[in-house]
């Protein structure tokens, strides 16, 4: 069973900054899209940074544009968030997501993103 592994997360102080990377496990075939949820406690899953792995297309939500940055390295599978200016409103725990090219999605385990003020 593939798993999507992620790290970075931890604790930083307002207005700075934590990068999260993402691959999966093992072999897992042709993907067309990763990218980034988060939730935060008490609230719903959102929607945080995509790209499309072949086409480098990105997607932002509107609360992180500029600060934030997707990014991939296709030989390795892994996607990058590059999280700048971080606020303490960004605080959640961050979900790494993987869509193969048949559609079928998969989740990594989440990793926790604490900005203190």
């Known amino acids: 069973q593939v798993q999507l592994v992620e790290s970075g997360g931890g604790l930083v102080q307002a207005g700075g900054s934590l990068r999260l990377s993402c691959a999966p496990s093992?072999?897992?075939?042709?993907?067309?899209?990763m990218g980034w949820y988060r939730q935060a406690p008490g609230k719903q899953r959102v929607l945080v940074a995509s790209?499309?792995?072949?086409?480098?297309?990105?997607n932002y939500a509107d609360s992180v544009k500029v600060r934030f940055t997707i990014s991939r390295d296709s030989a390795k599978n892994t996607v990058y968030l590059q999280m700048n200016d971080l606020k303490p409103e960004d605080t959640a725990v961050y979900y790494c997501?993987?869509?193969?090219?048949?559609?079928?999605?998969?989740w990594g385990q989440g990793t926790q993103v604490t900005v203190s003020s």
């Open positions: 997501y993987l869509d193969k090219t048949t559609g079928l999605r998969y």
């Open positions: 790209i499309f792995t072949s086409s480098g297309s990105t």
């Open positions: 093992g072999s897992i075939g042709s993907i067309n899209r």
